[in-house]
């Protein structure tokens, strides 16, 4: 009955606040071509190459296809519950579960808008109760904190927008808390926020911690009895995180880089008129580097939000207290220091100020509670708000670095104005015509409409022409073929494998397709095994955002157990075998290709063992023969281009708009896989090559530097053209020919392959038998994680560290069982916390429920 109830009479509002939104962004996508199984999707900037992957991922993971805590198929494995803190673990995410991984597009589509709608449904409930207010205006503040320029213009970071979602209904468990002493609404969402996204989760625990310092100095004698409370409620839901938070930190703590270090007070590319600026309707500058803080909460929130600070109404102690709260949210962006701390101390790649959606929660909650003490006798007074945002405007398109705010067009102007002195004028008719109250409301409720698709269509529109939304293809293109030729992999083999494709779809489509392989570009990574990879020839520089498998050796596609390729031309790899096509693309087998485990001795973990590929084939081997030889190239043509020999390296500029191209000419002895070496600086320059008509693209800055010229028989002498696309100047040490020797390469690999250790892998464990002759060591290409356990013959042992990065582990002579087990470093000890704190809480609660009904009680005994 009170459900019922609740419906007829405020479901309503909550309906609205949630539909509303996702209606108007449903309508902007529509704008853009954007629609359920559409040509183009919503897979803008990250969205495609991460999200998009790690959502099929976990996918595979609700359909028993991948342990939940460990994956194999982020890069060479991963820890994947601390992977999901990040990415994964938000509120609608099960729902790809109803959706194949081809269309993971469409149900990110579903996922966003759900978000959306949930952001203003939470508004509206913490609304509800603390704003004495008509729900059309609890409304109207709902859709402006769902779409406020921070959701839109980060949409496609969507796993932060669970953070909005959760903000609203922290808020309002902390005033059930302070004014009610009911804790259960803070807990529970305290909760599902550190549980969402640990990032995020920060962020939003840092600001309601403030705000209860906040809210304790407006009536100090009120709230002094409730700071306990508050803390042991987040003591307690922090607690119950630890089961993810823990795993994570720790995680972060064993591959995250360093903090980064401060080197000035304020904050670079930073201006005066950046916060009002961007609080223009469809102000987007760009969400690169260089932005200004994303801070639009709409029009009407601004103007009840400076009627909350210029009002007689409101306690001049309150105005002070909330609005040094604001004033440490604006100086946040300008200080350096304070906006590291909101980022953890970490500078963010692109996508600044991650907290800037605080200010505009703080705003809309300030303009909630103006708008309360408004009155008839107030208009003139919010007139004058408004006209005074109209003039601050036009001195910021008079004034403003034309440069700096280039976004400012005529149209952000001209639509920021007309709305402002529209709203000023039904603003006028409402003091004018009382009794026309109905029309012009419905008027201004129009206008809001207008004013949100505006200001959404405008920002989207600005994503689509920094980052464009792809076409569907950019996702799905050659899916099936490449499908269908890993589940020919899955079926030949029982023992874990890898896969390189020399032609990605993306740079995390192991994710995708369900296969081990070495290229990843993750926040959430091993960098230990990255970095040495990187000294093994996959390119992993900086802090090992990505890790590239295109252009290494023979080598490493053997020592790492790289038994297929995937390439859409002629692989012209020695050892390779075609086995099927499909489609565009082509299967390939490595002959030389070893298992996950190889047999070497103690002298692999001396500190100075095996610092490049030629020296662990050696070792493995015990064969010191040499096995590259390198030559000088010839230019024998160049076009476009201006080459510059100094002492810091080789320089190629451009001489004119089109790309810089080069010839060589390179003598190739027998029995010789060939490779040409690229070696330099040159930030977003592509590099393609193209020999014996096959080309092949890479990066020079985030591709390995041997490009492969092809296998050899007999002596020859190949001509190779090198094009260099990008406007940079590009930087090489002097350009090289290198040659690996096919017979003694074959020799030294089948003596390792009698080595070979196969494991079996399922889940996040893996197991060898073992039959040794003497004590050996098991080195295997599984990254080292301190979550591994190693157990021989059912019994755990201790597992030496190999450089950080993979795991070695000493067997003793005779028949063994190896097993190794992967259980998240702190998860245990965050299970206990999850069960103990919620345990702990329900008591609690219980004990502050039962101690309530009894001063009610009391309370009530004295009146009588």
């Not at 600044?352 to 408004?374: H, N, Q, T």
């Not at 980052?467 to 950019?474: I, V």
């Not at 001396?606 to 390198?630: C, H, M, P, R």
Request: charge should be positive; include cysteine.
């Amino acid at each position: 009955m009170k459900i019922k109830n609740w419906l007829e009479r405020k479901g309503w509002a909550f309906l609205l606040s949630v539909l509303i939104p996702i209606g108007i962004m449903v309508a902007v996508y529509l704008t853009m071509g954007i629609y359920p199984t559409s040509e183009r999707t919503v897979l803008a900037s990250d969205a495609l190459s991460q999200t998009s992957n790690f959502f099929a991922s976990f996918n595979n993971v609700l359909h028993g296809e991948q342990s939940i805590f460990y994956t194999w198929y982020g890069s060479l494995g991963l820890n994947y519950w601390s992977f999901m803190a990040y990415y994964i673990n938000g509120i609608f995410s099960f729902l790809v579960v109803f959706f194949d991984n081809q269309h993971i597009p469409d149900a990110l589509y579903f996922i966003l808008l759900l978000k959306f709608g949930a952001i203003g449904g939470t508004f509206w409930i913490m609304s509800d109760r603390l704003f004495k207010l008509p729900q059309i205006a609890k409304i109207m503040l709902s859709i402006s904190f769902a779409l406020c320029g921070f959701s839109i213009a980060y949409s496609p970071q969507q796993m932060w927008l669970d953070g909005l979602i959760y903000l609203p209904l922290v808020i309002l468990g902390i005033h059930l808390l302070m004014d009610e002493r009911k804790p259960k609404l803070l807990f529970i969402s305290y909760l599902l926020l550190f549980l969402s996204n640990f990032y995020m989760a920060f962020m939003v625990g840092v600001f309601s911690f403030l705000y209860v310092f906040c809210r304790f100095l407006t009536e100090p004698k009120r709230y002094k009895t409730a700071l306990l409370p508050y803390l042991l409620t987040s003591l307690l839901a922090g607690g119950a995180s630890m089961v993810t938070i823990l795993p994570t930190l720790l995680d972060l703590k064993n591959n995250g880089e360093g903090l980064t270090p401060i080197y000035s007070f304020l904050t670079k590319d930073t201006d005066i008129w950046d916060i009002p600026a961007k609080t223009m309707v469809g102000s987007y500058d760009t969400s690169k580097y260089g932005s200004a803080p994303f801070i639009y909460f709409g029009l009407i929130g601004l103007v009840f939000c400076l009627f909350y600070f210029v009002s007689r109404k409101i306690q001049l102690r309150n105005k002070l207290i909330y609005g040094g709260l604001f004033l440490l949210l604006i100086a946040s962006v300008y200080i350096e220091p304070m906006n590291l701390f909101w980022h953890g101390m970490h500078s963010p790649y692109m996508f600044l100020f991650r907290f800037s959606f605080l200010i505009s929660f703080l705003g809309l909650l300030l303009a909630g509670f103006g708008l309360e003490k408004v009155t008839k006798d107030d208009v003139n007074q919010l007139i004058n708000c408004m006209l005074g945002l109209v003039l601050l405007y036009v001195l910021i398109s008079f004034v403003a670095n034309r440069k700096r705010y280039e976004y400012l067009d005529q149209k952000t102007v001209l639509f920021t104005l007309s709305l402002a002195l529209v709203y000023l004028l039904l603003g006028v008719l409402i003091q004018k015509w009382p009794r026309r109250m109905m029309l012009i409301s419905g008027l201004f409720c129009v206008i809001f409409i207008g004013e949100q698709f505006i200001n959404a269509q405008r920002i989207v529109s600005g994503i689509a022409a920094e980052w464009n939304y792809p076409d569907r293809k950019a996702y799905d293109d050659h899916f099936s073929d490449i499908q269908t030729l890993i589940d020919v992999t899955k079926e030949e083999n029982t023992s874990l494998y890898r896969v390189g494709n020399v032609d990605p779809t993306s740079r995390n489509e192991s994710f995708i397709h369900g296969y081990s392989g070495v290229t990843m570009f993750s926040s959430i990574r091993n960098r230990h095994s990255s970095q040495y990879l990187d000294q093994l020839g996959f390119r992993s520089t900086g802090t090992n955002l990505t890790i590239q498998y295109e252009n290494n050796t023979l080598i490493m596609d053997s020592l790492l157990g790289i038994k297929y390729n995937l390439a859409k031309e002629d692989l012209m790899k020695y050892g390779f075998t075609a086995k099927k096509k499909a489609g565009a693309y082509t299967l390939y087998e490595n002959q030389f290709a070893l298992p996950l485990g190889i047999l070497t001795d103690k002298g692999i973990y001396k500190k100075n063992a095996v610092q490049n590929q030629t020296e662990l084939l050696q070792y493995l081997s015990g064969d010191n023969s040499s096995i590259f030889t390198f030559a000088e190239v010839e230019t024998i043509k160049e076009n476009n281009v201006n080459v510059e020999e100094q002492e810091g390296g080789v320089y190629y500029s451009r001489t004119s708009i089109s790309n810089r191209e080069l010839t060589y000419s390179v003598d190739v002895p027998a029995d010789s896989q060939a490779y040409l070496s690229l070696y330099g600086k040159g930030s977003g320059v592509d590099v393609i090559t193209k020999v014996n008509g096959i080309q092949h693209l890479g990066s020079l800055d985030s591709s390995g530097q041997y490009y492969n010229l092809g296998y050899y028989k007999e002596a020859t002498t190949i001509d190779v053209q090198v094009v260099f696309a990008g406007e940079k100047v590009v930087q090489l040490v002097q350009p090289k020919a290198m040659f690996l020797n096919s017979d003694r390469f074959e020799k030294m690999m089948k003596t390792i392959q009698k080595q070979g250790v196969p494991f079996e892998t399922t889940g996040r464990t893996a197991e060898a038998k073992v039959n040794l002759s003497k004590e050996q060591v098991v080195l295997t290409t599984i990254p080292y994680d301190k979550g591994w356990r190693a157990y021989i013959d059912g019994k755990r042992v201790e597992i030496p560290t190999f450089k950080d990065a993979f795991l070695a582990l000493p067997v003793p002579k005779g028949k063994h069982t190896v097993k190794l087990v992967f259980l998240p470093e702190g998860f245990s000890v965050g299970l206990s916390l999850f069960i103990s704190c919620i345990l702990l809480f329900i008591i609690y609660n219980w004990w502050e429920v039962k101690r309530m009904k009894r001063q009610t009680l009391l309370k009530k005994e004295k009146e009588r």
